[in-house]
């Protein structure tokens, strides 16, 4: 019996290692003396970017999420397409759909002009992302640090391991589960759909075809989203306040003015009522748990120590 006991712990220690490892390293603190001033120049690049045109602060946050939710969170949906190399731009949820890529090679330039082939592509979207949020009203959160950049990619991944608009909610839920996050996290992370766009191709069978929706919030939506012809007509994801980062989102799926079918199956009479009825009434709550989940999701299997590269250019392998 003591045995067994043993063995399990020896083999639960070994398996929590092994967890760890994968981002043992990642330390607010990891460029505190290499790059003292990387914090300063990020946020500033991304004043400018959102003074500009705040939906910039909304595509920065996509890219974190589509670079994270494939083979983790490594700048690997940065990198261009080239004759002998194929990335994830032209994946399916990426292509003619996934923005911000001019943000992120200016705020390169200025790192790089600061301290020069120290801080990878991987962490300045990481602390572009956290800085879309806080300029445009949501919370804020420190930033571990110290990721790697990837010398690979992979559109077939990008392809199947991003969900998409028309997803039901046992697929949202599986999806994330695959890289770790919870049916919370997915409700919670979704909330990032309280900034910007969608292209009418992606919503047009909801609007049009669905029942759990707000009438009067379908015929405005069909006003710019023909049934056929309009495919990248845009409309905002949360109505109410598109360059805000509220709990807009959550008051708008109660009234059933989620705009993607994969928005309103978190409140459809499923698990997450409840949770979207706490965030559509408790914003301090919504703050707290997005900014942890945000985090959570920033630790997806980052690579660190010696594997992987900084890259001189975001868009190419060194
Ligand atoms: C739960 C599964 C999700 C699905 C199915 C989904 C799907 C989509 C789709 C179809 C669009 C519109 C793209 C276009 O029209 O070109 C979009 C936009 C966006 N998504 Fe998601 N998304 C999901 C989760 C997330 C998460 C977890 C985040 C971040 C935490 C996020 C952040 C955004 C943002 C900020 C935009 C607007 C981007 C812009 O205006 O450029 N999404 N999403
Ligand atoms: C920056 O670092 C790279 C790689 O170490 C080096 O080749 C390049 O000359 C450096 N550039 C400047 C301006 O210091
Ligand atoms: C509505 O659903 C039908 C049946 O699935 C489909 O053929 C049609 O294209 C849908 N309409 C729109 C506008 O998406």
């Not at 983790?72 to 994830?88: M, R, V």
């Not at 608009?165 to 770790?180: E, Q, V, Y």
């Not at 759909?193 to 047009?204: D, L, P, S």
């Not at 360059?243 to 989620?258: A, E, H, P």
Request: charged share 15%.
């Amino acid at each position: 019996m003591s045995f067994i006991n043993n063995s399990f712990f020896v083999i639960v220690s070994i398996l929590s290692l092994l967890a760890f490892s994968s981002n043992a390293q990642l330390s607010p603190s990891f460029y505190a003396r290499t790059c003292p001033n990387l914090q300063t120049i990020v946020r500033s690049t991304m004043r400018q970017a959102i003074a500009r045109e705040a939906r910039l602060g909304a595509s920065i946050l996509r890219l974190f999420f589509h670079d994270c939710f494939v083979q983790g969170c490594d700048a690997s949906i940065l990198l261009d397409d080239t004759a002998t190399f194929t990335g994830e731009k032209n994946a399916f949820p990426n292509r003619n759909s996934a923005r911000g890529f001019e943000v992120i090679d200016t705020i390169k330039t200025n790192v790089e002009a600061a301290c020069n082939a120290t801080v990878s592509c991987a962490d300045i979207l990481a602390l572009a992302t956290r800085d879309g949020v806080v300029l445009l009203g949501g919370p804020s959160w420190t930033v571990p640090l110290g990721r790697r950049d990837a010398r690979t990619a992979s559109q077939s991944a990008a392809n199947s391991q991003i969900p998409g608009p028309s997803s039901d909610l046992s697929t949202l839920i599986t999806m994330f589960a695959n890289k770790g996050l919870t049916a919370r996290d997915l409700t919670v992370l979704s909330g990032g759909h309280t900034i910007g766009q969608a292209q009418c191709q992606f919503f047009r069978n909801r609007i049009y075809n669905e029942t759990n929706i707000d009438p009067n919030f379908a015929t405005t939506r069909r006003a710019t989203c023909p049934v056929s012809g309009g495919n990248t007509n845009l409309a905002p994801l949360d109505t109410v306040t598109p360059t805000r980062f509220d709990n807009n989102y959550y008051t708008n799926l109660v009234k059933q003015r989620g705009l993607l079918h994969s928005d309103q199956v978190l409140f459809n009479g499923g698990s997450q009522d409840a949770l979207v009825r706490t965030y559509s009434g408790n914003s301090v709550a919504f703050f707290r748990d997005f900014a942890a989940a945000m985090v959570k999701m920033g630790n997806i299997s980052p690579l660190t120590g010696t594997n992987g590269e900084i890259r001189r250019n975001c868009r190419v392998l060194n």
